[in-house]
RNA sequence: GCAGUUGUGGUAUAGUCUGGUUAUUAUUUGGGCCUUCCAAGCCUACGACCCGGGUUCGAAUCCCGGCAACUGCACCA
């Protein structure tokens, strides 16, 4: 593991670049090189395989820019914010809370920006730099804001996360899919983030890619089909216990897990296997993940529990790369609210269940002339009230006392009561979403930190040590030296590897073995040498990248030699 | 956002303190020569003083501001 190595070869061949980096850069933005942009295609086609082909799940695309009721709903426009006040002398702008916690020393991170601009006052806090006047506090919203249209009247937001644009197409999404749960979504995509001070390069972005899959289901029944497949699969589990009494992470299968209620339910169990096979596929081990719980003050108000999935880094410490939550109903609920929109299911059930319970119905003729103007609020009040209840109480004891906003007296002459049987089809129910949600550039730099082979001595080298399957150059063509026609045969077979679709690139210059660390130093997983052997019998050499061994073939058994490699 | 350090070809650097010739060296890269398998050698070319302002006859060098990177603090729903 090494940092400063990898990111130097990184942005010498074209991975990594800072952004616009002729007008000095902005931190918080990353060019993706050639390579990089290969690599990083590469992982997230990698990822719609495991989550659209083999899961059954489906990608939709929605706008990155929002309008402001989609985020006021999800909760981002009033709480996705940090309070910041601003000198009225120096124009200096700072953190409210910080600048009070530095000159109270009391931690007033809970409290109302109104609360907030009592303390200043009542502590007479004045500006840090040249003790001028402070001005009222206002919400530094993390969010990038813009217009919509012409007129600019309209908010519109650059989006925070991906997933809010999966939510609000929930009634179309579940029409899609017929009305069965569970069904999952994805979205690949950029997201923004107007962070104050991103310093520590591609892991904290302004402007991200996030890969997310939302996972509806029966609140009832998070049951996972694929669970039984899974279930003697080992994980690396820190949970709430474990990180609380500093023991050493779990070491168990798919099936303890669940059986001694570490993780919640068989199906966040299984998204914690898919996280930990995706990344052990594009070549980040075991040895540098971490499963951890998070803790009960560190879960999102709307999580029901949720996991990070961290990588180890030299540089930055664990680094979270993945978080896999169980969101309940919180956003269906919101965007439900706000919308008005029902954003709920019909179930229906296995066995259709026969029910008789008593319902309660006013007598108007009586009720009616008793109640006068109170009697529709009242009317209301028995359309959702325990029928059985007041039957009981009555009986025992004559009336029933309702209060609301005034108290009322029912009698039993006021009254219907009658047993009522229904067929219990199913039932209405708002889905839980459980969420795996990765970030793709952190996942790319987990890739080239992890993948990267640093030299113990002098004969050895750097270089990454791709995955076949995401190396983004998969063959390198050589002729051994540039004369007697090995050069033109050399772009030849160069010519009719590409025509297969191979990313291929050919190297002429510089010495062979130049030429081979090179390919090396970028990953190139195999290279074919056109020697004078070629010349003779139409063979090559391929070369593997990792141990350098040789194997001599024909040039035409060459496709279906790849194609088996690959 | 705060404090400190730093900013010279693609990379790594000399020069900056003490202002003054065509900005040092290595490597990389392109072209050529050579080369029968792992960064060999030779020739050759391309390539830099972070940006803006100030001081000065003259600024890579001194001063101020900005931007960026690094370290620590803070932030990270």
Redesign the pocket.
């Known amino acids: 593991m090494n940092h400063d190595k990898m990111t130097?070869i990184s942005?010498?061949r074209g991975f990594l670049w800072?952004s616009f980096e002729i007008?000095?850069?902005?931190?918080?933005f990353t060019d993706y090189g050639p390579l990089g942009s290969s690599l990083k295609n590469n992982i997230m086609e990698k990822w719609r395989k495991q989550y659209v082909a083999e899961e059954g799940f489906f990608e939709i695309e929605s706008p990155t820019i929002m309008p402001e009721e989609v985020l006021k709903a999800?909760?981002?426009v009033d709480?996705?914010t940090?309070p910041m006040t601003k000198c009225g002398k120096c124009s200096?702008?700072?953190?409210a809370?910080?600048i009070i916690e530095e000159s109270i020393n009391e931690d007033v991170?809970i409290l109302e920006n109104e609360e907030l601009d009592e303390v200043i006052l009542k502590n007479n806090i004045k500006c840090?730099?040249c003790s001028g006047k402070l001005s009222n506090i206002w919400n530094y919203n993390?969010m990038f804001k813009t217009h919509i249209g012409a007129k600019g009247d309209k908010t519109g937001y650059l989006r925070?996360?991906t997933a809010q644009g999966i939510f609000i197409l929930f009634k179309r999404l579940s029409r899609f899919f017929r009305g069965k749960l569970p069904f999952g979504v994805v979205q690949l995509g950029k997201?923004y983030?107007n962070?104050?001070?991103?310093?520590?390069?591609v892991i904290?972005l302004r402007e991200f890619t996030q890969a997310e899959a939302e996972i509806f289901l029966d609140p009832k029944d998070k049951t996972c089909p694929k669970f039984s497949k899974i279930a003697s699969e080992k994980l690396y589990l820190s949970s709430q216990d474990v990180q609380e009494n500093n023991k050493d992470p779990l070491e168990i299968t798919a099936q303890e897990a669940l059986d001694k209620n570490i993780v919640a339910n068989e199906t966040l169990i299984y998204q914690l296997y898919l996280a930990k096979k995706f990344l052990n596929e594009i070549g980040i081990p075991d040895k540098v993940l971490r499963f951890r719980q998070h803790l009960s003050g560190?879960m999102?108000?709307y999580a029901l529990d949720c996991w990070d999935v961290e990588v180890n880094t030299d540089?930055y410490g664990w680094v979270e790369i993945i978080g896999i939550a169980d969101r309940g109903d919180y956003d269906l609920a919101s965007h439900s609210r706000e919308s008005n929109e029902e954003l709920s299911m019909f179930q229906e059930s296995d066995k259709v269940e026969t029910i008789t319970k008593t319902i309660v119905k006013p007598n108007l003729s009586k009720f009616g002339p008793v109640f006068k103007k109170d009697a529709p609020k009242i009317k209301t009040f028995l359309e959702t009230a325990d029928a059985d209840e007041i039957k009981d109480v009555i009986e025992k004891e004559g009336k029933y006392t309702v209060k609301l906003d005034d108290e009322f007296e029912l009698l039993k002459e006021h009254l219907i009561f009658e047993d009522k049987t229904e067929d219990i089809k199913g039932k209405q129910i708002m889905p839980h979403v459980i969420e795996p949600s990765f970030g793709i550039d952190r996942i790319v730099y987990s890739v080239l930190l992890h993948s990267f082979h640093t030299?113990e001595n002098d004969?050895d080298?750097?270089?990454f040590k791709f995955k076949k399957e995401i190396a983004p150059v998969q063959l390198s063509v050589?002729?051994?030296?540039?004369?007697?026609g090995l050069d033109d045969l050399a772009f030849e077979i160069t010519e009719k590897l590409r025509s297969l679709a191979y990313v291929v690139e050919i190297?002429?210059?510089?010495?062979?073995?130049?030429?081979?660390?090179?390919g090396?130093?970028i990953g190139i997983p195999l290279?074919i040498?056109?020697?004078?052997?070629?010349l003779e019998d139409e063979t090559?050499?391929i070369?593997?990248r990792d141990d350098?061994?040789?194997e001599?073939i024909k040039i035409n058994s060459l496709e279906n030699y790849l194609k088996d490699y690959y």
């Open positions: 130097n942005a010498k800072p007008y000095s850069g902005v931190s918080g999800s909760g981002h709480n996705f940090d200096n702008v700072f953190r809370d910080h991170e840090p730099v993390l925070p996360e997201a983030r962070e104050i001070s991103p310093r520590q390069g904290r560190e999102a108000h540089k030299s004969e080298k750097d270089y050589f002729p051994l030296v540039n004369k007697d190297d002429t210059s510089g010495s062979i073995g130049k030429r081979y660390a090179r090396d130093e290279a040498t056109i020697d004078y052997d070629t090559v050499t070369r593997k350098e061994s040789q001599r």
